[in-house]
Nanobody, 123 residues
């Protein structure tokens, strides 16, 4: 069992930055790939980024590539999402998720989910 807790969301102006964190419980954090997803009101959950177990592979969705960076610190059981050049369309609840495999954007294949953190970008 893995429990995930996101933090770092908030209100920011367009062009600003935020760093989200996701702290995981359990001793097997490094055996999971980790992903970030987001969901805006009235929209489906959307893949943002994923990082493999030791961090050697990453994947990004086109809308955020070049602006967002996913990273992890396995010693701290934490995954991060650095978000730069934020746009109003980035406004959503952001979720982290743990995956025993490497399923990238296939949300239904992830094994554990956090409760989410709200990110609001004002214009």
């Amino acid at each position: 069992q893995v429990q995930l807790v996101e933090s770092g969301g908030g209100l920011v102006q367009a062009g600003g930055s935020l760093r989200l964190s996701c702290a995981a419980s359990g001793r097997s954090f490094s055996s999971y790939s980790m992903g970030w997803f987001r969901q805006a009101p009235g929209k489906e959950r959307e893949f943002i980024a994923a990082i493999y177990r030791s961090g050697e592979f990453t994947a990004y969705a086109d809308p955020v590539r070049g602006r967002f960076t996913i990273s992890r610190d396995n010693a701290k059981n934490t995954v991060y999402l650095q978000m730069n050049s934020l746009k109003p369309e980035d406004t959503a609840v952001y979720y982290c998720a743990a995956d025993r495999n490497w399923n990238n954007g296939y949300a239904h294949r992830y094994d554990y989910w956090g409760q989410g953190t709200q990110v609001t970008v004002s214009s």
